[in-house]
């Protein structure tokens, strides 16, 4: 069964940053959003490029390889909504950011 796991402090990802974080042995990308905190798989569909490094526009972050684009709040690709990268249910707790994965 799967729980949520503590990720990362707050303070420690600024709104309009993303960050990478290991969570249950996953690599997962972190954004935040105006204060509202989005988990996507790490993994681009397209080459496997690392999404936590990407550039955060708004709610989109570019891969930082070949830069498609993805929607942090859905995972959809906004050129093709059928193109998803996982996403993570997140909440916030005690000045912590925990993720689910599973």
């Given at each position: 069964?799967?729980?949520?796991v503590?990720a990362i402090a707050?303070?420690d990802?600024?709104?309009?940053?993303?960050a990478?974080?290991?969570?249950?042995?996953q690599?997962?990308?972190l954004f935040?959003?105006g204060?509202?905190?989005?988990?996507?798989?790490?993994?681009?569909p397209?080459r496997g490029?690392?999404?936590?490094q990407?550039f955060?526009d708004?709610?989109?972050?570019s891969c930082?390889?070949?830069?498609w684009?993805?929607?942090?709040t859905?995972?959809?690709?906004v050129a093709?909504t059928?193109?998803c990268?996982?996403?993570h249910?997140?909440?916030?707790e005690d000045?912590h950011?925990?993720?689910k994965?599973?």
């Open positions: 069964m799967s729980e949520f503590r707050v303070t990802l600024a709104p309009g940053q993303a990478e974080v290991e969570v249950g042995g690599a997962v990308a935040n959003v204060g509202t905190f989005h988990a996507l798989s790490n993994r681009c397209h490029g690392p999404l936590g990407g955060l708004g709610a989109e972050v930082p390889w070949h830069n684009t993805f929607d942090v859905t995972g959809e690709n093709d059928n193109l990268v996982p996403r249910a997140v909440k916030v000045a950011v925990y993720v994965i599973g």
